[in-house]
């Protein structure tokens, strides 16, 4: 296997090197005992894509995954901040390239509760705050402080981290994506379900046949969610691609009015590329109606229609010609979200074995195995399952610029598997800024990736070695 992701597919677009992307994390005192300064390999050409972190069982990298959530989600009333407030740690500094970065630091010795936050983009500092916490470590408004004033505090800090206009993915060990974007329910009520959400995952834990319910039921959200994301996004598309009708009609007039500016000797030949045109389009048709996607009727009599006609070329040419540009308009529009489903379907249709995973714009997505037997979600492999959440999930990631954080990605995956998933979720979001950051046990997931590896490593720690292939 290939060993840097930018030989993957030297036959497509990378993405542009611009974008806001995780360079750097140092974090002091974490749990009250680490100190890491996590930055990537100088020879890492392609850190923006893609990071790892590793280290030993209570190192710390769920909980880093936790803490970079949680300190750069710009959204309100979720308890994020809280997060931080109830974590060991005295400072975390998160180095996103272009002169950004995101603080947060405790005053003395404190390692716990209140803390401040910054957010500075190209050396100047956008947002602050301090976050006092209560004797619980949960976070509450200094006495002295009217509710206004602290709104206000809190506002102008949460619009540093969304100026950022970074879109965040959290995977967790159980699961659940969360995000820093606002649901379509929400209440002030959040902060008690989050913590209702929290103790039905330590019940879990404790307990695999919940587990296993859980988990059908995570995976059955994430295809709900991932279906109508698409049904979205072609939505949109095709309202993009319309043209409208006055337009049309209005070009048609305009480009008959000019039919006598056809030389005789270009007809046959304008009339030749319009067909080939036209075939273009059909054959780009054919490739949507396999999604269900809403495409251009049957245009192969139009085109055989054109094929025979010998009379008033210029002028069917002219009429012809609008409706050629409605048609590819159209599919340009829906082009990104039809790729996208595309190599979802294939990601996991290259994994799984004797079964076969179809996507219908109406119907969904669903599974088959090789006798055609319908199978329900629930009856896949914990693997499968597993791969089927995580690509649901990615295929949603379709922002301008995105950090994808996943813990333990391997969980329930064979070691084939597990080799062949970073390089398919690389592919998935090749042509976008997209960035993953893994937290793993499993060295045959990063083998391939080693210069992307972030080894956790205590910096005042001797005894450890500094990270290198040869550690591996």
Known sequence: MKNTISQIRNNRPTP???????????????????????????????????????????SGKTTLLQLIFNLLSHIDKQGHKSVLAKTKFKSLIVDLGHDAQVVAKRRGKRILGTYTAYVKQRGKVTGRIEFRADRANDIMRPDWQTQDVYDRNVGRFLKGLENLRVALFFVTDDRQL??????????????????????LRRRLRRSARLRGKYLDRAVSQAISVAVQWAREQVLSGSKQGEADANTIYTGIVRRLANVSAVKRADKRANFGLLITALREQAARTAQFAKFGF????????????????????????????????????????????????????????????????????????????????????AALSSGEKQLLLLFCNTLITKNDQAI????????????????R??????????????????????????????????????KHDARTKPATSKNY
């Open 421 to 458: 998933l970073i390089q398919r979720l690389l592919i998935s979001a090749e042509k976008r800024k997209v960035q993953f950051i893994l937290a793993t046990h499993s060295f045959e997931l990063f083998a391939p990736f080693r210069k992307n590896v972030l080894q956790l490593v205590d």
């Open 294 to 377: 809403p495409s251009a009727l049957n245009i192969g009599e139009l085109i055989d229609s054109l094929i025979r006609a010998k009379r008033d070329l210029p002028t069917i040419y002219k009429i012809v010609e609008p409706f050629v540009d409605t048609i590819r308009a159209k599919l340009d529009a829906l082009q990104e979200v039809q790729d996208s489903v595309s190599g979802f379907v294939e990601t996991l249709n290259s994994f799984f074995k004797d079964k076969k995973v179809d996507f219908d714009l109406k119907e969904g997505v669903s599974i088959k195995t090789s006798d055609g037997t319908v199978l329900p979600p």
């Open 16 to 58: 542009t090197k611009d974008a806001l992307a995780i360079r750097r994390i140092r974090v002091e005192r974490l749990f009250g005992r680490y100190s890491y300064d996590l930055k990537v390999d100088a020879s890492a050409t392609d850190a923006t894509k893609l990071l790892i972190l590793y280290g030993d069982n209570g």
């Open 404 to 419: 994808y954080l996943i813990d333990e990605p391997e969980i329930s995956l064979n070691i084939k598997w597990q080799r």
């Open 178 to 199: 969360l995000q820093n974007a606002r649901r379509a329910r929400e209440s002030d009520d959040e902060n008690e379900e989050s913590e209702e959400g929290v103790a």
